[in-house]
């Protein structure tokens, strides 16, 4: 059983910048693939950022150039670096790890992230 717990979220201006953590517990974080979903009110869940055990990154193309994502697998963390904040990423942000081998995925609680313009 795998445990995400998101944090960093809360309240930033237009332009502004936030970080978010997502720290899991579990011994085959190295092998599964952590990202980043999101989800306005009123919206479907969206990918924002993902990155593979091998280091492979795919973004949604809203936030090329704005957002990075980032393991650090000896800490079993990966993280959300948000600069350039806009009000359409006011969202939940959700923490996902998903192991390919057993087709399993995970997610966090979620962490509010608001922009106010």
């Known amino acids: 059983q795998v445990q995400l717990v998101e944090s960093g979220g809360g309240l930033a201006q237009a332009g502004g910048s936030l970080r978010l953590s997502c720290a899991a517990s579990?011994?085959?974080?190295?092998?599964?693939?952590m990202g980043w979903f999101r989800q306005a009110p009123g919206k479907q869940r969206e990918l924002v950022a993902v990155?593979?055990?091998?280091?492979?990154?795919n973004y949604a193309d809203s936030v090329k150039g704005r957002f990075t994502i980032s393991r650090d697998n000896a800490k079993n963390t990966v993280y959300l670096q948000m600069n350039s904040l806009k009000p359409e990423d006011t969202a939940v942000y959700y923490c996902?790890?998903?192991?390919?081998?057993?087709?399993?995925?995970?997610w966090g609680q979620g962490t509010q992230v608001t922009v106010s313009s």
């Open positions: 990155k593979s055990s091998s280091g492979i990154t």
């Open positions: 996902n790890f998903y192991i390919p081998s057993s087709r399993l995925t995970y």
């Open positions: 579990g011994s085959i974080f190295s092998a599964g693939r």
